[in-house]
């Protein structure tokens, strides 16, 4: 009995020792990362979330990291994105086993899914430790000789121009900078100069070179923009491979391309300007006026003329300080704008702003879209005091008390005039529905962004134009309640306008 125990014990003994060499040979998961020390997302896939990724599956994973910076390695990703048949990846990009990941959503995505696949199949080599085929060792060589014919015309090569337009932020951007670094390397003969669209100068001359290129209205002011000789490359058609081409087509020379006259400068700001001044202009003036009549706006003026025909403010003395009270309003509403500007201004082009800032407006728009376009409905039935986007009681109590107590001033002019300004800022909750997006809308225009604060004081004209329709029709007797009640009729009018504008502008920005 005791024999048949110990030969048992060395039995399990001998087995786990087996199972553990098993496990011991078994090849990890190796796979290759290129990242770049610029790229801000490019943490997911360090170090520590690979160990983490590695104790979640339960396999040992071996990642070898390339910083893209370094010109070697960024010719290691193209070999082998080219290799795999998947070009142009964003960064950070993972070859492992027979898969490309490129960017951090396919990375989330896809790469826990592989990563257990290839522990099944008891791990996975390196991506280019691969055993290779015939096909593979035929187009080395035919690489090899193209480079030493390629190293042989360099020697003899004249200087081609490339300009490239770019944004910080811009998605396909942050690619090609690195291959143009690469490029810069490859062919000393290339002259790279870059132009960042931020620089109103940087717009006027991508618009003077566009001209001299026939180039059409819808691609111009693009980011992600190449120019070579007499050709261009745009966004997600911008490749290795098809830069290369240009500078083979152009190797006799090319012109220097941002070599461009002051008068082409000149017409193309012109043009900028009267392509975008037009259409997109009425668009800022319209959301000005509809905001003007927006029931918000509409209901305190309303209550500031039936105040002062209570204290008996008639003829000039109402005309006068009916103004200063606009006055207040149109000033306050412009220091409003003019901060939001800059903190969009100095933001903009920062990684992922932008896009964030359009993501996040152009979603509220949808949602204030369809609360105006219920309060429409609403409207109609004739259920106005159910609206939803109106100001909130406790807020149209402060104001009407801050216009009762401003005007109780000595100095009333004044008084109207800190009222003005006072009640702008609290019922700015509902009248900033349209303002904050009509910026963001600004800021998105790049006609409109060269003269933006010439856009901001056009578009609170507009906003306060009603006013001074309300004030003028007061002045010549129209009373309080004939102008509530206009208000009231025509509150579904306002609300449908309101919808069509939200929703044209959510799905602009959400497009862009």
């Not at 791990?123 to 430790?129: F, I, L, S, T």
């Not at 204030?368 to 109106?390: E, H, M, Q």
Request: net charge neutral.
């Amino acid at each position: 009995m005791k024999s048949f125990k110990t030969f048992f014990v060395i039995l399990i003994a001998g087995l786990l020792f087996v199972l553990r060499q098993s496990f011991a040979d078994t090849s990890p998961i190796r796979l290759y990362v290129f990242y770049s020390q610029d790229c801000s997302e490019c943490g997911i896939i360090k170090p520590q979330g690979i160990s983490t990724l590695s104790q979640r599956t339960g396999w040992k994973i071996e990642p070898e990291y390339f910083d893209i910076d370094n010109i070697e390695n960024y010719q290691k990703l193209t070999e082998l994105e080219a290799k795999y048949e998947d070009t142009d990846n964003e960064l950070p990009v993972v070859f492992i086993g027979k898969y490309v990941l490129g960017g951090v959503k396919e990375i989330e995505k896809d790469i826990e899914k592989i990563v257990k696949e290839y522990a099944e199949k008891g791990g996975v080599e390196w991506p280019d430790e691969m055993v290779k085929t015939d096909k593979d060792e035929i187009a080395e060589k035919s690489e090899t000789i193209k480079e030493t014919e390629e190293m042989q015309q360099i020697e003899t090569q004249k200087t081609v121009y490339l300009a490239f337009f770019y944004e910080l932020g811009c998605k396909e951007c942050s690619r090609t900078f690195y291959l143009l670094k690469y490029l810069g390397q490859k062919y000393p003969f290339l002259v790279i100069k870059k132009f960042d669209l931020k620089a109103r100068e940087n717009k006027v001359l991508f618009e003077a070179i566009a001209e001299k290129k026939d180039m059409p209205e819808k691609h111009r002011l693009l980011p992600a923009t190449i120019f070579v000789g007499s050709e261009y490359l745009q966004q997600k058609d911008i490749s290795q491979g098809k830069i290369e081409e240009l500078i083979e087509e152009n190797k006799t020379g090319s012109v220097v391309i941002w070599d461009v006259s002051e008068e082409e400068m000149a017409k193309a700001e012109e043009r900028i300007e009267g392509r975008f001044s037009s259409l997109k202009a009425a668009t800022v003036f319209f959301a000005g006026l509809i905001d003007g009549f927006n029931p918000c706006a509409f209901a305190v003026l309303v209550f500031f003329i039936s105040y002062m025909t209570v204290v008996k403010k008639k003829g000039k003395d109402m005309l006068f300080v009916g103004l200063m009270f606009i006055t207040g309003v149109f000033l306050a509403y412009v220091l409003i704008g003019m901060g939001v500007l800059y903190v969009i201004f100095k933001y903009e082009y920062y990684t992922l702003f932008s896009s964030i800032l359009n993501g996040v407006v152009g979603a509220g728009c949808l949602i204030l879209g369809y609360l105006s376009f219920r309060d429409f409905l609403k409207a109609k039935r004739g259920d106005v005091k159910d609206i939803t986007l109106k100001l909130p009681k406790a807020v149209n109590d402060r104001i009407h008390s801050t216009i009762i107590s401003k005007m109780r001033l000595p100095h009333y002019m004044a008084g109207s005039f800190i009222a003005g300004i006072t009640v702008s800022v609290l019922e700015f909750a509902c009248t900033g529905q349209v303002y904050l997006p009509t910026i963001v809308y600004i800021t998105g225009n790049p006609g409109l962004k060269l003269k933006g604060m010439f856009y901001l004081i056009l578009y609170n004209l507009f906003f306060v134009l009603p006013l001074f329709i309300i004030l003028a029709l007061s002045w010549m007797g129209t009373t309080a309640q004939k102008l509530a009640e206009f208000s009231r009729k025509n509150v579904a009018v306002v609300k449908i306008l309101l919808a069509l504008f939200f929703f044209s502008v959510g799905v602009f920005l959400l497009v862009k």
